[in-house]
């Protein structure tokens, strides 16, 4: 990508003034004190005989000046743009920028279904509490509950109950405990997501649920995620923001320019941000009853918008990646920290797989391979173990059918080192033929895990819905761009004719609407 592009686009002259403005502003006092320091020794140069510098008031007045001049310059430099660049800001916030949610909305039934195929159909094979309803007419009633008419194939026949439950669940607004407790399933965190809209610089959800929600921060304790670890991953989530900072701030300020410019146009209060941002809404008969004219106008300033930002598709793709990726990768990383399955592939997608989609296949390889290194070796030690007929008195036991998911539990125990399990593990499976003396702190520990097993499935399927949810939050800001680009082409044919067409368009349009003094 054109850095040099990239940053004309995302940082303005404006930007320019209120950092100037910000350096004057903030070392003010300290050019102050050094010139009251320098006033002082030529003043103090009077006392040597046959020297004459300047009197006292010239002494006084020179710090005074200096400081005085650049903290006022400085206030005035940082003023003026974020008096012009908040007006903007502001307008696409009461433009609707904000609802761009309902475009994420829109397309839910997308989401359940990638939800099901990645997180929640696995809990369906093991029978989990997560797919289990309490009947309830009101929270859970009848038809929620009935196998009528399903097919006999039992994982479509829970696809088909789960989209169900799930559309349930989105369209009826309640407290999300009293959803989990009769729907069994947990959207909690994908109906946060829908609370931030597309290019909204309020479209943080994912990073609070990364680094706040209760469920995420128990697994990064268990996972031991330290210290160290937040260091080494500081530097890339800062760089993460500050992208969506300016990408996001950048598609507001044009949002607001385009508002104004097409509502005084057509003389209207129809054209709001998802008129903009809405990839079909430019075909929708309120905007051809605008004029003849409209649907070309609201056009142009879509192009126009996107060539100020992202100049070209591919190089939007890389710009939205430098703050998508990240957010990604984090989730990625954690979600192997404590998921064997997702390590050894037996999920038919693992970490490889997933770091390779999102550009990343040579990021930090070797702290991937040792992981699939160790669930495998962990795996065979469990297997050893449990098949040694030593622990058959568990209750479930893990090898039994009814027993899977107390299986997966004492596998993400073992993953994580909980309570010692690896060690305890590895002791038992050196010891030979003297077993007996480890039996009693292996057996323990297992049988405390699969008495948690209900907090591990909590945990898994939370991380694994908060690591999907990064995955589309990459592919709908993307596939966004592209239907946004695409709608444009005839007004700007991308790659075939200069988008400088779209800005020549725009400027003749606000130029008319100067001339006839139209307002808002």
């Given at each position: 990508?054109?850095w040099?592009?990239?940053?004309?686009?995302?940082?303005?002259?404006?930007?320019?003034?209120?950092?100037?403005?910000?350096?004057?502003?903030?070392?003010?006092?300290?050019?102050?004190?050094?010139?009251a320091?320098?006033?002082?020794?030529?003043?103090?140069?009077?006392f040597?005989?046959?020297?004459?510098?300047y009197?006292?008031?010239?002494?006084?007045?020179?710090?005074?000046?200096?400081?005085?001049?650049?903290?006022?310059?400085?206030?005035?430099?940082?003023?003026?743009?974020?008096?012009?660049?908040?007006?903007?800001?502001?307008?696409?916030?009461?433009?609707?920028?904000?609802?761009?949610?309902?475009?994420r909305?829109?397309?839910?039934?997308?989401?359940?279904?990638?939800?099901?195929?990645?997180?929640?159909?696995?809990?369906w094979?093991?029978?989990?509490?997560?797919?289990?309803?309490?009947?309830?007419?009101?929270?859970?009633?009848?038809?929620?509950?009935?196998?009528?008419?399903?097919?006999?194939?039992?994982?479509?026949?829970?696809?088909?109950?789960?989209?169900?439950?799930?559309?349930?669940?989105?369209?009826?607004?309640?407290?999300?405990?009293?959803?989990?407790?009769?729907?069994?399933?947990?959207?909690?965190?994908?109906?946060?997501?829908?609370n931030?809209?597309?290019?909204?610089?309020?479209?943080?959800?994912?990073?609070?649920?990364?680094?706040?929600?209760?469920?995420?921060?128990?697994?990064?304790?268990?996972?031991?995620?330290h210290?160290?670890?937040?260091l080494?991953?500081?530097?890339?989530?800062?760089?993460?923001?500050?992208?969506?900072?300016?990408i996001?701030?950048?598609?507001?300020?044009?949002?607001?320019?385009?508002?104004?410019?097409?509502?005084?146009?057509?003389?209207t209060?129809?054209?709001?941000?998802?008129?903009?941002?809405w990839?079909?809404?430019?075909?929708?008969?309120?905007?051809?009853?605008?004029?003849?004219?409209?649907?070309?106008?609201?056009?142009?300033?879509?192009?126009?918008?996107?060539?100020?930002?992202?100049?070209?598709?591919?190089?939007?793709?890389?710009?939205?990646?430098?703050?998508?990726?990240?957010?990604?990768?984090?989730?990625?990383?954690l979600?192997?920290?404590?998921?064997?399955?997702y390590?050894?592939?037996?999920?038919?997608?693992?970490?490889?797989?997933?770091?390779?989609?999102?550009?990343?296949?040579?990021?930090?390889?070797?702290?991937?391979v040792?992981?699939?290194?160790?669930?495998?070796?962990?795996?065979?030690?469990?297997?050893?173990?449990l098949?040694?007929?030593?622990?058959?008195?568990?209750?479930?036991?893990?090898?039994?059918?009814?027993?899977?998911?107390?299986?997966r539990?004492?596998?993400?125990?073992?993953?994580?080192?909980?309570?010692g399990?690896?060690?305890?593990?590895?002791?038992?499976?050196?010891?030979?033929?003297?077993?007996?003396?480890?039996?009693?702190?292996?057996?323990?520990?297992?049988k405390?895990?699969?008495?948690?097993?209900?907090?591990?499935?909590?945990?898994?399927?939370?991380?694994?819905?908060?690591?999907?949810?990064?995955?589309?939050?990459?592919?709908?800001?993307?596939?966004?761009?592209?239907?946004?680009?695409?709608?444009?082409?005839?007004?700007?044919?991308?790659?075939?004719k200069?988008?400088?067409?779209?800005s020549?368009?725009?400027?003749?349009?606000?130029?008319?609407?100067?001339e006839?003094?139209?307002?808002?």
């Open positions: 990508m054109n040099l592009s990239a940053a004309y686009r995302l940082f303005s002259v404006m930007d320019a003034l209120y950092l100037a403005g910000n350096f004057l502003y903030r070392r003010s006092l300290r050019y102050t004190l050094a010139t320091v320098v006033s002082l020794l030529g003043y103090l140069g009077n040597i005989p046959g020297v004459r510098t009197d006292a008031q010239v002494a006084i007045f020179m710090p005074l000046c200096v400081g005085g001049g650049m903290l006022t310059g400085g206030l005035l430099l940082k003023l003026l743009p974020s008096l012009f660049k908040s007006r903007l800001l502001n307008v696409a916030q009461a433009a609707d920028l904000d609802l761009m949610e309902n475009y909305k829109w397309n839910q039934d997308k989401h359940l279904e990638a939800l099901w195929d990645r997180v929640y159909r696995f809990e094979e093991l029978g989990t509490a997560l797919v289990r309803l309490r009947s309830h007419a009101e929270e859970c009633p009848p038809e929620l509950c009935s196998d009528e008419g399903l097919p006999d194939d039992p994982m479509e026949r829970g696809r088909i109950k789960f989209l169900r439950w799930g559309r349930f669940a989105l369209a009826r607004p309640q407290p999300e405990p009293r959803q989990r407790y009769y729907l069994g399933i947990d959207l909690r965190f994908l109906e946060d997501w829908y931030g809209g597309y290019f909204d610089p309020n479209d943080v959800k994912l990073y609070e649920q990364q680094s706040a929600a209760l469920p995420i921060e128990r697994v990064r304790d268990l996972a031991g995620y210290l160290w670890d937040v080494a991953d500081l530097p890339m989530k800062i760089s993460s923001k500050i992208w969506f900072r300016l996001t701030r950048a598609v507001a300020m044009r949002v607001g320019e385009a508002v104004i410019c097409l509502n005084r146009t057509f003389r209060d129809y054209f709001n941000a998802q008129a903009l941002l990839p079909e809404e430019a075909d929708e008969p309120w905007v051809t009853e605008m004029g003849t004219n409209a649907r070309e106008t609201l056009l142009r300033e879509r192009a126009r918008l996107l060539n100020r930002v992202f100049g070209s598709l591919e190089e939007g793709r890389r710009m939205l990646d430098h703050f998508l990726v990240p957010l990604f990768w984090a989730a990625t990383d979600r192997a920290r404590f998921d064997p399955e390590v050894d592939g037996s999920l038919g997608y693992d970490v490889w797989s997933d770091l390779k989609w999102a550009g990343f296949g040579n990021f930090r390889p070797m702290r991937f040792r992981l699939m290194q160790r669930a495998a070796r962990d795996r065979k030690q469990l297997m050893d173990c098949e040694s007929g030593e622990f058959s008195e568990l209750d479930p036991n893990p090898l039994t059918k009814e027993g899977r998911e107390a299986f539990a004492v596998r993400i125990a073992l993953h994580v080192n909980w309570q399990l690896r060690n305890k593990l590895a002791r038992w499976h050196r010891a030979g033929e003297r077993h007996a003396r480890y039996h009693e702190d292996l057996y323990t520990v297992f405390q895990a699969i008495s948690c097993r209900s907090q591990f499935t909590t945990y898994l399927v939370a991380l694994r819905t908060h690591h999907e949810l990064c995955r589309l939050h990459r592919i709908t800001y993307q596939e966004l761009l592209e239907d946004l680009f695409e709608t444009c082409s005839e007004v700007a044919p991308w790659g075939a200069s988008i400088e067409l779209a020549n368009e725009r400027n003749r349009y606000c130029a008319e609407v100067a006839k003094e139209v307002r808002l």
